[in-house]
């Protein structure tokens, strides 16, 4: 086995996600959708750590703490592991361990999320053999935010999310993010209403913020005075059925935030403050549901 005998242990940060930007083009004749968005790491993480033993097949296991999730072929960690040792030819017992923090189906990436650094610490185990557009290639046959969970950071990314650009970004962010009690959103739901809310995109409703002043006020740091630009286009969609994200919402804002959202599809809550201290505070009030992050990378 390559390499395998000088580390057996690889953990790893699994980063949310944020979308500080979030608008649906198209739908495709694929059925997917193209995007235009930016997302943006926070320090809120899952742990995975992958071992590796030498093994005459291909073998993996999975254990999640922290969560009931699936711990077979369900779970995207256990599919990243699997398409790894397919991509390389190789046999060797993968076990991967997730302790969970994320909350669920969400909207911050967090499934997207483990099976990135899955595939980020098997590959440093085996001595990274795939070059980076492999790598990112095998991310992106995973799910579509498995891609920019490699990467992470701030990243404008187009297409199904795959196509990336990296962001500056001049200082961190301090957020607030908070998941109501019991809502959950299924992503292919989501996005199939949007078909219907924005007529099949169309033209003849109007979505969409101004991108590029957003672009510019987080590399000058302005972001504060240019709240108005982040967007959200799942929001008048999903927004109405989930009204405990709504309320979190209205909340953050009344708390301070200078722009409160909806994370990808839903329906976690993400509010931006201009200082840590602020956070804290929010976060107190909100609840135990609340919790306070910063940029994880810049
Ligand atoms: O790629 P992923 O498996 O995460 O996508 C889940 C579902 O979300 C897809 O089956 C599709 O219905 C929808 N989707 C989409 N356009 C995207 C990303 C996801 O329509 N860009």
């Keep these: ?49 992958v071992e590796i033993f030498p093994c005459g097949e291909k073998q993996i296991s999975l254990r999640v703490y922290g969560a009931r999730l699936p711990v ?28 969970k923090k994320l909350p669920i189906a969400a909207g911050l990436a967090g499934g997207s999320s483990d099976a990135a650094a899955t595939l980020r610490a098997i590959a440093e185990l085996f001595g990274n053999p795939l070059s980076e557009d492999n790598m990112l290639a095998l991310g992106a046959a995973l799910g579509s935010d498995v891609p920019y969970c490699m990467v992470g950071g701030t990243q404008i990314c187009r297409g199904r999310g795959e196509l990336m650009q990296p962001l500056a970004l001049s200082e961190p962010l301090y957020a607030v993010v908070a998941t109501a009690h019991g809502e959950r959103v299924s992503t292919p739901r989501a996005f199939a209403e949007t078909d219907t809310y924005y007529n099949n995109f169309d033209g003849s409703v109007p979505h969409g913020a101004d991108f590029d002043r957003l672009c510019r006020a987080l590399a000058d740091g302005t972001l504060g ?48 403050f201009k200082t840590h201290d602020q956070t804290l505070d929010a976060a107190r009030a909100l609840g135990p549901f609340a919790y306070v992050a910063t940029s994880a990378k810049l």
């Design 225 to 272: 005075e240019n709240a108005d630009c982040l967007y959200n286009a799942f929001e008048p969609v999903v927004l109405p059925t989930c009204t405990g994200a709504a309320d979190l919402r209205e909340r953050m804002l009344a708390l301070g935030a200078y722009a409160a959202h909806m994370s990808g599809s839903g329906p976690s809550v993400f509010g931006l």
């Design 1 to 49: 086995m390559t390499n395998a005998t000088y580390a057996r242990r690889v953990t790893r940060h699994a980063y949310a996600k944020i979308n500080l930007y979030l608008d649906i083009l198209s739908r495709r004749a694929d059925g997917f959708h193209d995007l235009l968005t930016v997302m943006h790491s926070l320090s809120l993480h899952d742990d995975v750590s």
């Design 72 to 99: 077979d072929q369900k779970n995207l960690a256990y599919r990243a592991a699997e398409a790894f040792l397919a991509a390389i030819g190789q046999n060797a017992r993968v076990h991967v361990n997730i302790r």
